[in-house]
């Protein structure tokens, strides 16, 4: 069995494909077995036990680890979050715009992202956005406006409107070499390919586990560099992000010296417990070979876009890619409406139709995204 066909075994895990052609994961990650399981886990460990918080707190540090382990990072690097919105604006609450007025944010970013680092300019803050153009953005217009002024550099890894990938690692040399912070957006990266702090050079990184990770809404992590978390110190807090949880001290603010520092109140524990069973699973998967599976499926679809008179708006080499391909319609939720009746699941930003394979999709999939797509050729732009 090749590498490719062991990823697309996990296929009979999630039961979705019995009823639809789903390429969606962009989005949200099809429900697996296990996933379902860990939601019943919870329900059980609930009904026959009460309150069982003792092990509830071990399966929130489970998670930690679980996540450490997934970038490259140590546990008491890592806040365990509700979103990605959460740590980051938790982080956001640590800076002092006075010496270092300005965030530099690429025009990629996810709305959160840009809303959490504009509410700052309530604070002093300074926000720029690097341009795109054509839909990438190159390393020197990130050199065009990182100065010595600039505090963080927040970018995402794949552009959620349109699949493109930054030049993170470049980034990170040129942030670094004037003295600024990198804050990655990771949520349409983790899990599609791998993923390692230390490798990229980053300071942060935010992420969720509903999309590729194979989980649901309600658990995010924010990781931060060892060492680093002592020196920021959060307003944006809750008694989860004290030195000492159960001491129950109402009477001074003593953070944890851990990137725990940035979490918040009651952890979001039957999300934790779907967040582990994701993580697991797609590990087990393999996210190497599954970026090596995708990116076959993914050069079938855009040959197959050529071939029908459609254009991509994603990057057409792969290295520029994430696991998203948005294709060009002249009326794109219509045609999402129109591939749905077609019992395809897919979705629409910007214009674009966005189709998103994973470990589980196969090349069936794509063949009949392209049979449809041929049907519905008028609303190819
Ligand atoms: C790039 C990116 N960042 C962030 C988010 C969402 O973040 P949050 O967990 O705060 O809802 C998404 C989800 O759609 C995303 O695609």
């Not at 490259?72 to 956001?92: F, R, Y």
């Not at 025009?107 to 300074?126: K, S």
């Amino acid at each position: 069995m090749s590498a490719t066909e062991s990823v697309a075994a996990c296929r009979e895990r999630f039961p979705i494909f019995e009823r639809l052609v789903y390429l969606n994961s962009c989005s949200q990650g099809a429900l697996s077995d296990s996933v379902r399981a860990a939601y019943e886990a919870y329900l059980t460990d609930w009904y026959d036990k009460g309150a069982p918080w003792e092990y509830w707190i071990e399966r929130a540090e489970t998670a930690r680890s679980t996540f450490a382990r997934l970038v490259g990072g140590e546990p008491d690097e890592v806040a365990v979050t509700t979103s990605l919105s959460a740590g980051v604006s938790a982080l956001a609450s640590t800076f002092d715009w006075n010496e270092r007025p300005r965030v530099v944010i690429s025009d990629f970013e996810f709305p959160t992202v840009g809303q959490i680092w504009h509410a700052q300019e309530l604070r002093g803050a300074e926000v720029v956005h690097v341009p795109q153009s054509d839909g990438v953005i190159p390393v020197e217009r990130f050199d065009e406006l990182i100065d010595e002024r600039t505090a963080l550099v927040s970018l995402t890894a794949v552009c959620y409107r349109n699949g493109a990938r930054l030049p993170v690692e470049e980034v990170v040399e040129l942030a670094h070499s004037r003295g600024a912070l990198v804050l990655l957006d990771a949520y349409q990266a983790i899990g599609t390919y791998p993923i390692d702090v230390q490798v990229l050079g980053i300071d942060f990184l935010g992420a969720g586990v509903l999309k590729y990770l194979l989980a649901s809404a309600g658990l995010g992590f924010l990781w931060c560099r060892g060492g680093l978390s002592e020196q920021l110190l959060p307003t944006q807090t809750g008694w989860f992000a004290d030195r000492n949880i159960f001491e129950m001290d109402i009477h001074d603010y003593s953070p944890s010296p851990t990137a725990r520092r940035f979490e918040s109140g009651t952890p979001p524990i039957p999300a934790i417990y779907a967040g582990i069973a994701g993580i697991k699973l797609i590990s087990e998967i393999g996210i190497a070979a599954t970026r090596e599976h995708v990116t076959g499926l993914n050069e079938r679809l855009i040959a197959g876009v050529d071939e029908l008179g459609g254009s991509v708006a994603t990057p057409r080499e792969s290295e520029q890619r994430g696991a998203l391909v948005c294709i060009r319609s002249t009326d794109a939720p219509a045609l999402v409406r129109a591939l749905a009746a077609d019992g395809i699941v897919t979705s629409d930003r910007d214009g674009n139709l966005r189709i998103s394979a994973h470990a589980y999709n196969v090349e069936s999939d794509i063949d009949a995204v392209l049979a449809a797509l041929a049907r519905h050729r008028s609303l190819l732009a």
